[in-house]
Protein backbone atom coordinates (compact mmCIF):
# COMPACT_ATOMS: atom_id res chain seq x y z
CA UNK A 1 0.00 0.00 0.00
CA UNK A 2 2.89 2.06 0.89
CA UNK A 3 5.00 1.32 -2.11
CA UNK A 4 1.90 1.85 -4.55
CA UNK A 5 0.26 5.06 -3.30
CA UNK A 6 2.66 7.30 -5.19
CA UNK A 7 1.81 5.99 -8.29
CA UNK A 8 -1.80 6.09 -8.08
CA UNK A 9 -2.45 9.48 -6.05
CA UNK A 10 -0.14 11.18 -9.08
CA UNK A 11 -1.97 9.74 -11.64
CA UNK A 12 -5.21 10.81 -9.93
CA UNK A 13 -3.43 14.12 -9.36
CA UNK A 14 -2.65 14.92 -13.06
CA UNK A 15 -6.86 13.66 -14.27
CA UNK A 16 -7.81 16.05 -12.01
CA UNK A 17 -5.11 18.80 -13.43
CA UNK A 18 -6.32 17.56 -17.00
CA UNK A 19 -9.68 18.08 -16.09
CA UNK A 20 -9.34 22.15 -14.64
CA UNK A 21 -7.46 22.38 -17.42
CA UNK A 22 -9.91 22.21 -20.02
CA UNK A 23 -12.64 23.47 -18.00
CA UNK A 24 -10.61 27.01 -18.33
CA UNK A 25 -11.22 29.37 -21.34
CA UNK A 26 -8.44 29.48 -24.59
CA UNK A 27 -6.16 31.82 -23.43
CA UNK A 28 -5.95 34.77 -24.96
CA UNK A 29 -3.00 34.75 -26.95
CA UNK A 30 -4.13 31.67 -28.49
CA UNK A 31 -7.56 33.03 -29.36
CA UNK A 32 -6.64 36.62 -30.81
CA UNK A 33 -3.51 35.45 -33.06
CA UNK A 34 -4.58 32.18 -33.90
CA UNK A 35 -3.31 32.52 -37.65
CA UNK A 36 0.02 33.24 -36.24
CA UNK A 37 0.42 30.31 -34.19
CA UNK A 38 -0.48 28.37 -37.06
CA UNK A 39 1.85 29.74 -39.15
CA UNK A 40 4.43 29.16 -36.71
CA UNK A 41 3.12 25.61 -36.31
CA UNK A 42 3.33 24.93 -39.87
CA UNK A 43 6.79 26.80 -40.36
CA UNK A 44 8.74 23.81 -37.73
CA UNK A 45 6.88 20.73 -39.86
CA UNK A 46 7.59 22.30 -43.03
CA UNK A 47 10.60 24.58 -43.55
CA UNK A 48 14.01 22.90 -44.59
CA UNK A 49 16.49 24.20 -42.27
CA UNK A 50 14.05 23.75 -39.50
CA UNK A 51 13.31 20.01 -40.59
CA UNK A 52 17.62 19.35 -40.85
CA UNK A 53 18.04 21.04 -37.50
CA UNK A 54 15.20 19.11 -36.02
CA UNK A 55 16.47 15.56 -37.54
CA UNK A 56 19.78 16.18 -36.33
CA UNK A 57 18.64 16.41 -32.38
CA UNK A 58 19.07 13.21 -30.35
CA UNK A 59 15.64 13.19 -28.44
CA UNK A 60 17.10 10.61 -25.52
CA UNK A 61 19.51 13.25 -24.33
CA UNK A 62 16.93 15.77 -23.58
CA UNK A 63 15.42 16.23 -19.65
CA UNK A 64 12.60 14.11 -19.86
CA UNK A 65 10.02 16.76 -18.22
CA UNK A 66 11.85 19.49 -20.97
CA UNK A 67 12.02 17.10 -24.01
CA UNK A 68 10.78 17.19 -27.76
CA UNK A 69 7.08 18.29 -26.49
CA UNK A 70 8.17 21.14 -24.39
CA UNK A 71 10.43 22.47 -27.46
CA UNK A 72 8.27 22.39 -30.22
CA UNK A 73 5.63 24.41 -27.68
CA UNK A 74 8.40 27.23 -27.66
CA UNK A 75 8.87 27.43 -30.57
CA UNK A 76 5.83 27.69 -31.80
CA UNK A 77 5.26 30.72 -29.46
CA UNK A 78 8.76 32.17 -29.94
CA UNK A 79 7.97 32.52 -33.76
CA UNK A 80 4.52 33.47 -32.77
CA UNK A 81 5.45 36.40 -30.71
CA UNK A 82 8.00 37.86 -33.25
CA UNK A 83 5.42 38.10 -35.70
CA UNK A 84 3.05 39.72 -32.69
CA UNK A 85 5.73 42.21 -31.47
CA UNK A 86 7.32 42.96 -34.53
CA UNK A 87 6.05 45.75 -36.18
CA UNK A 88 5.79 47.73 -32.70
CA UNK A 89 9.73 47.62 -33.36
CA UNK A 90 10.46 48.93 -36.16
CA UNK A 91 10.88 45.81 -38.16
CA UNK A 92 9.89 45.50 -42.02
CA UNK A 93 8.05 41.85 -42.74
CA UNK A 94 11.05 40.47 -44.51
CA UNK A 95 12.89 41.15 -41.07
CA UNK A 96 10.36 39.89 -39.36
CA UNK A 97 9.53 36.44 -41.34
CA UNK A 98 12.92 36.14 -40.74
CA UNK A 99 13.73 36.75 -37.52
CA UNK A 100 10.45 34.40 -36.36
CA UNK A 101 12.23 31.69 -38.23
CA UNK A 102 15.06 32.38 -35.64
CA UNK A 103 13.07 32.82 -32.47
CA UNK A 104 11.45 29.28 -33.66
CA UNK A 105 14.80 27.50 -34.03
CA UNK A 106 16.02 29.11 -30.96
CA UNK A 107 12.86 27.71 -29.42
CA UNK A 108 13.98 23.84 -30.69
CA UNK A 109 17.69 24.04 -29.21
CA UNK A 110 16.88 26.49 -26.29
CA UNK A 111 16.95 22.91 -23.65
CA UNK A 112 19.55 20.70 -25.63
CA UNK A 113 21.90 20.87 -22.50
CA UNK A 114 19.26 20.95 -19.57
CA UNK A 115 20.45 18.26 -17.61
CA UNK A 116 23.33 20.05 -17.31
CA UNK A 117 24.24 22.68 -14.87
CA UNK A 118 24.62 26.28 -16.66
CA UNK A 119 22.39 24.59 -19.37
CA UNK A 120 21.42 27.62 -21.21
CA UNK A 121 25.41 28.90 -21.28
CA UNK A 122 26.37 25.29 -22.77
CA UNK A 123 23.19 25.03 -24.55
CA UNK A 124 24.33 28.40 -26.51
CA UNK A 125 27.49 26.65 -27.86
CA UNK A 126 25.95 23.88 -28.41
CA UNK A 127 23.55 25.13 -30.59
CA UNK A 128 25.90 27.38 -32.51
CA UNK A 129 27.62 24.22 -33.66
CA UNK A 130 24.63 22.79 -34.65
CA UNK A 131 23.58 25.65 -36.67
CA UNK A 132 27.04 26.36 -37.94
CA UNK A 133 27.07 22.62 -39.91
CA UNK A 134 23.34 22.93 -40.99
CA UNK A 135 24.70 26.23 -42.86
CA UNK A 136 22.92 29.04 -41.14
CA UNK A 137 24.41 32.39 -41.33
CA UNK A 138 26.56 33.84 -38.10
CA UNK A 139 24.43 36.77 -37.94
CA UNK A 140 21.27 34.40 -36.96
CA UNK A 141 23.31 32.03 -34.99
CA UNK A 142 24.37 34.52 -32.74
CA UNK A 143 20.94 35.37 -32.02
CA UNK A 144 20.01 32.18 -31.38
CA UNK A 145 23.17 31.39 -29.25
CA UNK A 146 22.17 34.47 -27.20
CA UNK A 147 18.29 33.81 -26.96
CA UNK A 148 19.43 30.68 -25.11
CA UNK A 149 21.74 32.19 -23.03
CA UNK A 150 19.02 34.46 -21.76
CA UNK A 151 16.14 32.20 -21.20
CA UNK A 152 16.61 31.37 -17.58
CA UNK A 153 14.41 33.28 -15.30
CA UNK A 154 16.42 35.64 -12.79
CA UNK A 155 19.60 34.91 -14.12
CA UNK A 156 22.03 37.65 -15.65
CA UNK A 157 20.94 39.00 -18.75
CA UNK A 158 23.16 39.24 -22.27
CA UNK A 159 21.77 42.19 -23.41
CA UNK A 160 21.72 41.34 -27.34
CA UNK A 161 23.77 43.70 -29.50
CA UNK A 162 20.65 45.31 -31.95
CA UNK A 163 16.99 45.18 -32.00
CA UNK A 164 16.63 41.97 -33.94
CA UNK A 165 18.37 39.84 -31.52
CA UNK A 166 16.97 41.39 -28.39
CA UNK A 167 13.90 40.88 -30.22
CA UNK A 168 14.45 36.85 -30.90
CA UNK A 169 16.20 36.59 -27.28
CA UNK A 170 12.90 38.32 -25.54
CA UNK A 171 10.67 36.07 -27.59
CA UNK A 172 12.00 33.01 -26.57
CA UNK A 173 12.15 33.82 -23.00
CA UNK A 174 8.53 34.94 -23.14
CA UNK A 175 7.59 31.44 -24.79
CA UNK A 176 9.45 29.42 -22.29
CA UNK A 177 7.56 31.20 -19.15
CA UNK A 178 4.27 30.34 -21.08
CA UNK A 179 4.91 26.72 -19.83
CA UNK A 180 4.77 27.91 -16.24
CA UNK A 181 1.09 28.05 -16.75
CA UNK A 182 -1.42 24.91 -17.27
CA UNK A 183 1.36 22.53 -18.91
CA UNK A 184 3.48 22.85 -15.39
CA UNK A 185 0.85 20.97 -13.79
CA UNK A 186 -1.16 19.42 -16.41
CA UNK A 187 2.47 17.58 -17.97
CA UNK A 188 5.96 18.69 -16.61
CA UNK A 189 5.16 18.00 -12.79
CA UNK A 190 4.40 14.55 -13.11
CA UNK A 191 7.02 13.95 -15.68
CA UNK A 192 9.49 15.31 -12.88
CA UNK A 193 8.43 13.79 -10.21
CA UNK A 194 7.90 10.70 -11.60
CA UNK A 195 11.77 10.97 -13.19
CA UNK A 196 13.17 11.95 -9.70
CA UNK A 197 10.98 9.34 -7.69
CA UNK A 198 9.68 12.31 -5.58
CA UNK A 199 7.11 10.83 -2.48
CA UNK A 200 4.07 12.79 -2.40
CA UNK A 201 5.29 14.57 1.29
CA UNK A 202 8.31 15.75 -0.35
CA UNK A 203 6.06 17.42 -3.02
CA UNK A 204 4.04 18.67 -1.08
CA UNK A 205 6.56 20.10 1.67
CA UNK A 206 7.66 22.36 -1.75
CA UNK A 207 4.59 22.66 -3.28
CA UNK A 208 3.86 26.47 -2.04
CA UNK A 209 7.30 27.62 -2.30
CA UNK A 210 7.42 26.37 -5.96
CA UNK A 211 4.16 28.22 -6.26
CA UNK A 212 5.30 31.54 -5.37
CA UNK A 213 7.83 31.08 -7.37
CA UNK A 214 5.69 30.31 -10.66
CA UNK A 215 3.60 33.60 -9.23
CA UNK A 216 7.02 35.37 -9.67
CA UNK A 217 7.06 34.85 -13.24
CA UNK A 218 4.56 37.49 -14.10
CA UNK A 219 6.77 40.27 -13.46
CA UNK A 220 9.66 38.90 -16.10
CA UNK A 221 7.50 38.94 -18.89
CA UNK A 222 9.79 40.89 -21.66
CA UNK A 223 7.57 41.31 -24.67
CA UNK A 224 4.71 43.81 -25.11
CA UNK A 225 2.91 41.10 -26.01
CA UNK A 226 4.45 38.62 -23.11
CA UNK A 227 3.30 41.16 -20.62
CA UNK A 228 -0.17 41.38 -21.74
CA UNK A 229 -0.71 38.21 -22.60
CA UNK A 230 1.40 35.68 -20.47
CA UNK A 231 -0.17 36.29 -16.97
CA UNK A 232 -3.29 35.10 -17.87
CA UNK A 233 -1.19 31.74 -18.37
CA UNK A 234 0.49 31.61 -15.10
CA UNK A 235 -2.69 32.71 -13.33
CA UNK A 236 -4.36 29.49 -15.30
CA UNK A 237 -1.46 27.68 -13.58
CA UNK A 238 -1.69 28.75 -10.26
CA UNK A 239 -5.45 27.94 -10.20
CA UNK A 240 -5.04 24.45 -11.06
CA UNK A 241 -1.71 24.22 -9.06
CA UNK A 242 -4.00 25.24 -5.88
CA UNK A 243 -6.36 22.52 -6.78
CA UNK A 244 -3.77 20.17 -6.87
CA UNK A 245 -2.22 21.44 -3.48
CA UNK A 246 -5.53 20.65 -1.84
CA UNK A 247 -6.25 17.35 -3.40
CA UNK A 248 -2.33 16.05 -2.44
CA UNK A 249 -3.50 17.88 1.09
CA UNK A 250 -6.30 15.82 1.49
CA UNK A 251 -4.74 12.15 0.48
CA UNK A 252 -2.09 13.01 2.94
CA UNK A 253 -4.41 13.70 5.99
CA UNK A 254 -6.46 10.85 5.21
CA UNK A 255 -3.11 8.81 4.74
CA UNK A 256 -1.93 10.17 8.13
CA UNK A 257 -5.24 9.07 9.54
CA UNK A 258 -4.91 5.25 8.86
Known amino acids: MMGTMPHHLYERLQMIALETAREL ?3 ALYAEHA ?14 LVRSIRASMDESALECA ?26 GAGDISALSLTASIAGLLHDIKR ?17 SAAGM ?30 LV ?27 NSTSPESLHRSFREKMKGIERIKETFRTAAGRRYGPEFIDQG ?13 ALDRRAAT
Not at 66 to 91: F, K, N, Q, S, T
Not at 154 to 162: L, N, R, S, W
Not at 238 to 250: A, P, R, V
Open 25 to 27: PLP
Open 35 to 48: SLIRGADERLRTHE
Open 66 to 91: HGMCHCEAVARDAGALVAIEGPARGL
Open 115 to 131: REQNHALLGSIEAEKIL
Open 137 to 166: DSCHRGYVATAIRNHEAFKEFHDPDDKAGR
Open 169 to 195: SDALYDADKLRWGPENFTTTLWLMVEA
Open 238 to 250: IHIGNIIYQELST
